[in-house]
């Protein structure tokens, strides 16, 4: 963890809280076989959260870029679900040629009544299509949704699970957001769902552990 995150964190959250799931790697992501992909280029890939258009702030993606020596492309699209998105894997890697792929995916879903287990199986089709074309996959787990988006949060919790289950099984790096929020600190816009600010940072930060 960069000292730049530590200091970030224990201001905002009175305390460092350390997080990470799946591969558990050390920080320096690599793609080792990245075929016509720029290595240098990342696409942030998911829904609402990813845009970053319900918080009057600079979304993660953009903040990441500022973080990484990378080019990091904002590929979230609000409202959108997991299920009817796989296909939408294609599309951005054809547009950006991304190296790496960082993948949050789900709450929509949920939201619409998906079981978990068809919400697993649709990130796992985006990570196959990633690796189909040398493009190395991140997930990421959910904050935990507070507030008018509360009674969401035990189906968050297990697709959470699932995620990191998921990224454990094919070896993935996983980011592990729901570790990194506390539930109770001021780090959610009022709906309870979507990132504030200081959300949206740590977000970035945890991102940026990766690289």
């Not at 600079?58 to 997991?82: D, E, F, H």
């Not at 699970?161 to 780090?187: N, Y």
């Amino acid at each position: 963890m960069n000292r730049a995150r530590i200091h970030f964190l224990s201001l905002v959250l009175g305390a460092v809280f350390l997080a990470g799931c799946g591969g558990g790697g050390p920080p320096g992501l690599r793609n080792s076989d990245p075929g016509d992909n720029d290595e240098d280029v990342v696409a942030a890939f998911g829904d609402s959260i990813t845009l970053g258009n319900q918080c009057e702030c600079t979304p993660y993606p953009a903040r990441l870029q500022s973080l990484i020596a990378k080019t990091v492309y904002n590929a979230g699209v609000s409202g959108s679900i997991a299920a009817e998105n796989v296909e939408r894997t294609q599309a951005v890697i054809d547009r950006f040629h991304p190296a790496f792929m960082l993948i949050l995916y789900g709450y929509n879903d949920i939201v619409h009544g998906a079981q978990t287990s068809s919400i697993a199986a649709a990130l796992q089709s985006m990570v196959a299509t990633c690796k189909d074309n040398h493009v190395v996959p991140v997930l990421a787990t959910y904050p935990e949704p507070i507030g008018d988006h509360a009674a969401y949060a035990p189906r968050v919790l297990i697709l959470n699970s699932h995620i990191r289950s998921l990224a454990a099984e094919l070896g993935l790096e996983c980011v592990d957001l729901q570790a990194e929020f506390d539930p109770l600190a001021d780090l959610h816009e009022s709906d309870g769902l979507h990132p504030n600010d200081a959300g949206t940072q740590i977000i970035a930060l945890a991102f940026a552990d990766l690289f």
